[in-house]
């Protein structure tokens, strides 16, 4: 036990020297991996660093503010040898519900930052850059069978939840089945407004615009009658998304995504442990809390089924004419 604790923390230190300045292990303090995992991928997220290092208010050093702990523990992460440079963070979400000692979901904490952020950024200019670098914008049709009028009902969200089928799956598929039309009769039936009652409809969700950073959200945790149980099926993906995968026109010609950032679950839906894999330039590397390795694209696949699977999948827009 005490001489793995010190290889490990040989290695963390190790890698902090030899290989990027910008990779470097988390303690995990109060069962914090989530946290720490989503912090090694914001870590890696240049947009939102640069728009945070643009924000100089007077309400960022405020203790519970969490756009400003956020700022200052990406900020330590680079420049501080403290084991622990985001217990701060740690605090400050704390405080706001997203306890200590808690399991908490890696989705549901990636959103209550990002909500928290817009809430509590008092410069709202700043606040409406870092919605728009992950806002997906979507819009749920309704039609009714009967008459077929359409209802629109326009919404937004930080990352996009696909389903898994138990079965083998692509992320291909799985974005494809994101839009495709569902029939609801019998208790689903909808209210229609222009027959004044409810018909028998479809129900369609439309993606209508994408964002800078598009956080994908593998839906692995299902309820069944009141029992939670994680779906291990194999989900493929692939580090760039072409523009095929989407319906026309969401992205440009010259346009792609490209991964960088893979936020991993491991174990079962009632104990579980997160851990990252995150790139910050061409390389790979994992970080389990404190412990950070140089890995190979072909160990971030070694996530797609199993015990230990990708949860959230962080894919950065790019332009072909801009990158090569
Ligand atoms: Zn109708």
Redesign the pocket.
């Known amino acids: 036990m005490g001489l793995s604790w010190i290889k490990m923390a040989f290695y963390s230190v190790r890698v902090l020297s030899f290989h990027s300045p910008y990779v470097r292990g988390l303690t995990n303090d109060s069962l914090s991996c989530c946290i720490n995992a989503l912090l090694q991928s914001f870590n890696v997220t240049t947009e939102l660093i640069e728009i945070l290092n643009k924000w100089h208010p007077s309400d960022q050093a405020e203790l519970n503010n969490v756009p400003g702990q956020l700022k200052k523990a990406l900020n330590d992460m680079k420049i501080s040898s403290n084991p622990s440079p985001h217990m701060h963070f740690l605090n400050c979400l704390h405080h706001h519900s997203i306890r200590r000692f808690d399991v908490h979901d890696a989705d549901e904490i990636f959103h209550t930052i990002l909500n928290l952020t817009q809430k509590q950024m008092a410069d709202k200019d700043m606040a409406q850059e870092i919605r728009k670098l992950f806002e997906i914008k979507v819009e749920t049709q309704v039609m009714?069978?009967?008459?077929?009028?359409i209802q629109k009902v326009p919404n937004s969200l930080f990352s996009l939840p696909l389903a898994i089928r138990e079965e083998e799956n692509d992320l291909k598929s799985c974005i494809h089945s994101f839009s495709q039309k569902q029939t609801l009769k019998d208790d689903d039936e909808c209210y229609?407004?222009?027959?004044?009652?409810k018909?028998p409809?479809t129900h369609q969700l439309r993606l209508v615009s994408l964002p800078g950073v598009l956080c994908v959200h593998l839906k692995r945790f299902r309820n069944d009658c009141r029992f939670t149980r994680k779906l291990e099926n194999k989900v493929t993906f692939p580090d760039t998304l072409q523009k095929d995968i989407f319906d026309a026109g969401l992205l440009e010609n010259a346009e792609y995504y490209s991964l960088y950032a893979v936020i991993v679950h491991i174990g079962t839906a009632l104990f579980g442990h997160y851990t990252a894999y995150i790139r910050p330039d061409q390389d790979w590397y994992y970080a389990d809390d404190s412990y950070v390795r140089k890995v190979s694209w072909s160990d971030v696949q070694g996530t797609y089924k199993g015990c230990k699977t990708a949860y959230l999948l962080l894919y950065r827009k790019m332009s072909r004419s801009a990158s090569e």
């Open positions: 009714c069978k009967t008459c077929t009028y229609c407004d222009r027959c004044s009652e018909q409809s």
